[in-house]
């Protein structure tokens, strides 16, 4: 009989419900797209902003700025939006842990309306400082959202679903840098005029989540390993799967629950010290610092630099990068709906190996380009297919995978961690970069080049495939790297009594 239950359970298991669908896109297009409408919206109007800036520092010091000065203040503008992600991925333990993965989503919607509002009358105001301020408020909501929305879905969402829904927010990212990039046309917003209003359209999206997320589920497996509350997850999993009996789920999350020496949350310390997750620690630094050092930001910032110097007119050029944003778009949608019947490991390695050849393209491309003019459309082609085979694997499996490889206690540090260094990473390139390329030239996308071979390296060596396997399983499969064993990972002598039909904890002779 239990066997036709849990036969039962994996049958309607393997169906996308609606609801998890809505919340899917929910949870990304109020905040994962934010993050990437917040990378590509200052570019479009950084004349008027430094135009406010000059015309603002007259008025009330009746002193005009240099252009040096002006640039360091556009260059805070659009850093200090790392610096508050930063700082928001070092809160995310504590909120997730406190408020739970839904609601730390829905309650962390207030900074999104405070720092839209700052920039949205920054101009009325007359003060620069509300862009800048306004800006590192919602890079703390991009530091917060950026770990806990794929946490959340990765634990709302079936095992042989997890990959495809953990891949929705990277789609999010793609179509936030699109639609900043299409509504700063110069047909659009992107006029003098409405530059505060571009970069605070971020409530309507924001609006649309703290509306309707709240009348969603938590997360059934933080209700029922840290809350103990077995109804609740019950009612959570009746929400979010088809039809069907959901015992051999409560049965899976509670082997996890018994497998945990406390169902407290561990510090990111302990997660540090732990040598049972010493390798699954060492692959997420690994993944989030290669993510972000693989030269994709490099890219963007100087998108319309390498186009200028293919040979596109200047009045072309917005309508050419909106064209890279589109294949960001397209490429994301593509490793979403490919990533369960391929799995994570050939997306990653896939596209850090795409990624590394195509860097070293625009080395050969930029040091030929006077002497073969093609050359310049081959650098083109380099940038499109760097954005695409980032966007197909490396843009988003990074987060997912971050959450299968930690079980419940370990994932807020883990998602600490990771953030924290994605974050440091994002702001160290775009500081050092420029730099680098007067020290080194076109060379220095070899750097970038060496990186991306190293990350398909290492993800081919160490890091298994997670497709179709709980976190459990997972666990396990890490045990032997750590020099853990079995029964470290789980209590064998704790079983399951049943209660009201569903799995409660118990100690069986």
């Known amino acids: 009989m239990a066997e036709e239950l849990i036969l039962e359970n994996d049958a309607s298991d393997k169906k996308l419900t609606n609801s998890l669908l809505a919340v899917a896109f929910l949870a990304s297009f109020g905040s994962s797209m934010l993050y990437g409408y917040n990378l590509a919206v200052v570019n479009s109007p950084a004349e008027y902003i430094k135009a406010f800036y000059n015309e603002t520092m007259l008025e009330s010091y009746d002193w005009s700025p240099d252009e040096e000065l002006l640039t360091v203040l556009y260059s805070l503008t659009v850093s200090i939006f790392a610096i508050g992600g930063m700082t928001g991925a070092l809160m995310v333990g504590r909120l997730v842990t406190k408020y739970g993965r839904k609601g730390t989503l829905v309650r962390t919607t207030v900074l999104v309306f405070i720092g839209a509002g700052l920039m949205g009358f920054s101009r009325w105001c007359r003060m620069p400082a509300m862009v800048i301020v306004g800006r590192f408020i919602t890079g703390i909501h991009s530091g917060i959202s950026l770990s806990v929305v794929p946490m959340y879905l990765g634990e709302i969402a079936p095992k042989n679903m997890r990959g495809f829904l953990g891949l929705v927010p990277s789609i999010h990212i793609c179509l936030g840098v699109f639609m900043a990039q299409v509504l700063g046309l110069s047909e659009l917003l992107g006029k003098e005029e409405y530059w505060p209003l571009l970069l605070s359209l971020v409530v309507f999206p924001t609006a649309v989540q703290l509306m309707l997320l709240p009348w969603f589920p938590e997360s059934p497996r933080y209700l029922l390993i840290e809350k103990g509350d077995v109804h609740a997850t019950i009612e959570a ?82 309508y050419t990068t909106v064209g890279t944003g589109a294949i960001e778009v397209i490429s994301g949608m593509l490793g979403c709906f490919t990533i369960e019947r391929l799995g994570r490991r050939p997306l990653m390695i896939g596209g850090f190996l795409f990624m590394g050849v195509c860097c070293a393209g625009i080395t050969v491309s930029v040091l030929f380009q006077e002497s073969m003019p093609f050359m310049r459309y081959i650098s083109v082609g380099c940038v499109v297919g760097i954005i695409a085979g980032f966007c197909i694997g490396p843009a988003g499996v990074p987060f997912l995978i971050t959450a299968e490889l930690f079980k419940q206690s370990h994932r807020p540090a883990a998602y600490t961690v990771a953030g924290c260094l994605n974050w440091l990473s994002n702001f160290t390139i775009g500081f050092v970069f420029p730099f680098l390329e007067q020290a080194t030239g076109p060379f220095c996308y070899l750097i970038f080049c060496a990186i ?52 409660t904890l118990g100690h069986h002779d």
């Open 237 to 318: 999993l009746k929400w979010f799967r088809t039809k069907g009996n959901i015992q051999a789920e409560v049965e899976e999350m509670q082997e996890e629950q018994r497998s945990l020496s406390s169902v407290s949350t561990v510090t990111v310390r302990g997660l540090l010290m732990d040598r049972c997750v010493r390798w699954q620690v060492i692959t997420i630094v690994v993944v989030n610092i290669g993510m972000q050092l693989s030269g994709i930001d490099a890219i963007w910032f100087y998108t319309n630099e390498i186009f200028k110097n293919a040979g596109i007119l200047e009045p072309d050029i917005q």
């Open 452 to 503: 991306c071979m190293g990350v398909a390296v290492y993800t081919i060596f160490i890091i298994p495939e997670t497709k179709d396997k709980t976190f459990m399983e997972i666990s396990k499969m890490f045990a032997a790297r750590n020099n853990v064993l079995e029964d470290e990972l789980s209590n064998s002598q704790l079983k399951m009594a049943l209660m009201n039909g569903y799995g």
